[in-house]
T-cell receptor, first 116, second 113 residues
């Protein structure tokens, strides 16, 4: 089975440009998570969806960040405009969901974003 | 609010020796605790979890963790370390009826031949 698929794997852009990161969760998983990893802050939960509905977006840094999940097999994280401090590795993860407390999140390989 | 703390940025151990990676937690109610591992340039992988029951939990790759309620700890252990165990290890906590995980800052494990 394919795991969580993220694209692009690497993105280098200039300050002020729009960045869109994409994620395809594992088929049948009901929960999807976006995390950001940096040396300074570690692993931060940005937002998570359950059954395509955003449940908790309290970790989204500011209005420049937005996330959507138009259907069960696709999600995007958009940064507009991007800033150098947004440079990080962004991970998407999915889980069976439903509040099962499995805790078994399946992570993608990450999208490494560099904003110059 | 739920949180976990990993007091050590790095743990060094010789191959064949036992290893311990420390984690303490702070939650209201019953804790749901997890360990994940991250290899270079990869996403995190689930190792093991404690939900309820036996305080000693066994997981992947020979790892185990001991839940200690009185010390609010959930330390990761392995009887005999391998060089291939070298990676970044994260402790995490979630609350009841949610899959939302809050991760610790991570501990880098270095196993020397």
């Amino acid at each position: 089975d394919a795991g969580v698929i993220q694209s692009p794997r690497h993105e280098v852009t200039e300050m002020g440009q729009e960045v869109t990161l994409r994620c395809k969760p594992i088929s049948g998983h009901n929960s999807l998570f976006w995390y950001r990893q940096t040396m300074m802050r570690g692993l931060e939960l940005l937002i998570y969806f359950n059954n395509n509905v955003p449940i908790d977006d309290s970790g989204m840094p500011e209005d420049r960040f937005s996330a959507k999940m138009p259907n069960a097999s696709f999600s995007t994280l958009k940064i507009q405009p991007s800033e150098p401090r947004d440079s990080a590795v962004y991970f998407c993860a999915s889980s069976p969901g439903g509040g099962l407390n499995t805790g078994e999140l399946f992570f993608g390989e990450g999208s490494r974003l560099t904003v110059l | 609010a739920q949180s976990v703390a990993q007091p050590e940025d790095q743990v060094n151990v010789a191959e064949g020796n036992p290893l311990t990676v420390k984690c303490t937690y702070s939650v209201s109610g019953n804790p749901y605790l997890f360990w994940y591992v991250q290899y270079p340039n990869r996403g995190l992988q689930f190792l093991l979890k404690y939900i309820t029951g036996d305080n000693l939990v066994k997981g992947s790759y020979g790892f185990e963790a001991e839940f200690n309620k009185s010390q609010t700890s959930f330390h990761l252990k392995k009887p005999s370390a391998l060089v291939s165990d070298s990676a970044l290890y994260f402790c995490a906590v979630s609350g009841y009826n949610t899959d939302k995980l809050i991760f610790g800052t991570g501990t880098r494990l270095q196993v020397f031949p």
